[in-house]
């Protein structure tokens, strides 16, 4: 069973739209994130949450807001949405000790915005 | 601040050869923590080495790694190249805010 659940694995938007990307974690961590990945570039982090504060934001935009109802939830919604926010969306749990705890990370969320 | 700096954008590799993918970091902070993540097509990025300790070899699925504190550096190796090694390897850091930081990563293609 996945530990890390995002919902929807795939989605296709309209510009200028607003979506929700789902983010629940059965592994009993503190911590959860969100990184996005566009086509040929790296893993870039977004934003970091430990016990459903935020504690890093590295996106400049504020169409992009993390949604935290529940320590194991950390949804992500993104509004006026951009063909340049074409991505795929990860979202990722930690036992939040810092150290040597590392990131366990969900499938994805494939966003298409036409 | 801080970073860390994978050059090899594309590594490409006859099957059988050793495997060395090049990771070197900066930080601030005095405790390091490295990482590499393999992320393959259509999946998850999943953890494959971590360590913290200096000059200490780090191994797992035929992978290995040491971190030396004092260039900076924590390489991947691995003897001999399956074509099952083809995917994208993160380097990565843990920094002084309690984030881990990814490399732009390397793609290994492994050809017959």
């Known amino acids: 069973d996945p530990k890390i659940i995002q919902k929807p694995k795939y989605l296709v938007a309209v510009t200028g739209s607003e979506k929700i990307l789902i983010c629940e974690q059965y592994?009993?961590?503190?911590?959860m994130y969100w990184y996005r990945q566009s086509a040929k570039k790296p893993l870039e982090f977004m934003f970091s949450?430990?016990?459903?504060?935020?504690?890093d934001n590295q996106t400049a935009s504020s169409r992009f807001q993390p949604q935290s109802s529940k320590k194991n939830h950390l949804d992500l919604q993104i509004t006026a949405l951009k063909p340049d926010d074409s991505a795929t969306y990860f979202c990722?749990?930690?036992?939040?000790?810092?150290?040597?705890?590392?990131?366990?990370f969900g499938s994805g969320t494939r966003l298409l915005v036409i | 601040g801080d970073s860390v700096t994978q050059k090899e954008g594309l590594v490409t590799l006859t099957e059988g050869l050793p495997v060395m993918l090049n990771c070197t970091y900066q930080?601030?902070?005095?405790?390091?923590?490295l990482f590499w993540y393999v992320h393959y097509l259509n999946e998850s990025p999943r953890l494959l080495l971590k360590?913290?300790?200096?000059?200490k070899r780090t191994e797992h699925q035929g992978f290995h790694a040491t971190l030396h504190k004092s260039s900076s550096s924590f390489h991947l190796q691995k003897s001999s190249a399956q074509l099952s090694d083809s995917a994208l390897y993160y380097c990565?850091?843990?920094?002084?805010?309690?984030?881990?930081?990814f490399g732009d990563g390397t793609q290994l293609v492994v050809k017959p």
């Open positions: 990722a749990s930690s036992q939040d000790g810092g150290g040597d705890s590392d990131y366990t």
């Open positions: 592994l009993g961590h503190n911590a």
């Open positions: 949450y430990s016990y459903q504060k935020l504690m």
């Open positions: 930080t601030i902070y005095s405790n390091a923590f």
């Open positions: 360590s913290s300790t200096d000059n």
């Open positions: 990565a850091l843990r920094n002084s805010n309690n984030r881990i930081f």
